[in-house]
């Protein structure tokens, strides 16, 4: 799934007047750093702050995961402790370079499968690149996520 809004996100409202974007659109383009911006999705951003231990609220947009997370439900990811992981789980995961919010299809070892609701498989990746796990959507705590969360206060962790 795509992300879009979440708190401290754009709203969409277009208050940039229209030379002053053209402006904007045209350095970037020129310096290189378009494409690069381009790159580099909502989700990344995202799986950034997740793996610096921050529990996150975002709004995911797509039809993958359904009727698990429908598009645009509030969902809440926070740091998991990738050795306790489980099939099933949703994860916040990079693999192959894209980040997904996507199932646990299956696991062998060090390394998790991993799959959208619908039956398409994105591919293997290791643990380290599972970022975070989905707690709750729209308010609804998720089964099977205690004592897989990894809190910033250590003693919170026992």
């Known amino acids: 799934m795509d992300a879009v809004g979440g708190a401290g ?3 969409g409202s277009d208050t940039t007047p229209r030379l002053c974007r053209r402006a904007i659109e ?3 383009c020129r310096s290189g750093l378009r494409s690069k911006l381009q790159r580099v999705g909502m989700l990344d951003v995202v799986a950034a702050r997740v ?3 921050e ?4 709004r995911p947009a797509g039809s993958s995961m359904v009727p698990l997370i429908r598009s645009r439900q509030l969902v809440t990811v ?7 992981l489980d099939v099933d789980d949703i994860v916040l995961v990079r693999v192959a370079g894209t980040v997904y919010l996507h199932r646990v299809t299956a696991i062998a070892g060090q390394r998790v499968q991993i799959g959208n609701n619908r039956g ?3 591919g ?3 643990r380290d690149r599972v970022f975070g796990l989905c ?3 729209d308010g609804v705590p998720r089964k099977n996520v205690e004592g897989k969360i990894v809190h910033s206060d250590p003693a919170e962790n026992a």
């Open 124 to 126: 293997w990746t290791t």
């Open 51 to 53: 793996a610096r231990g």
């Open 120 to 122: 398409r498989i994105n």
């Open 78 to 84: 926070a740091p998991v402790d990738p050795a306790k």
């Open 55 to 58: 529990k996150v609220q975002f």
């Open 9 to 11: 996100m754009h709203d």
């Open 135 to 137: 707690v709750d959507v």
């Open 26 to 28: 045209n350095a970037l």
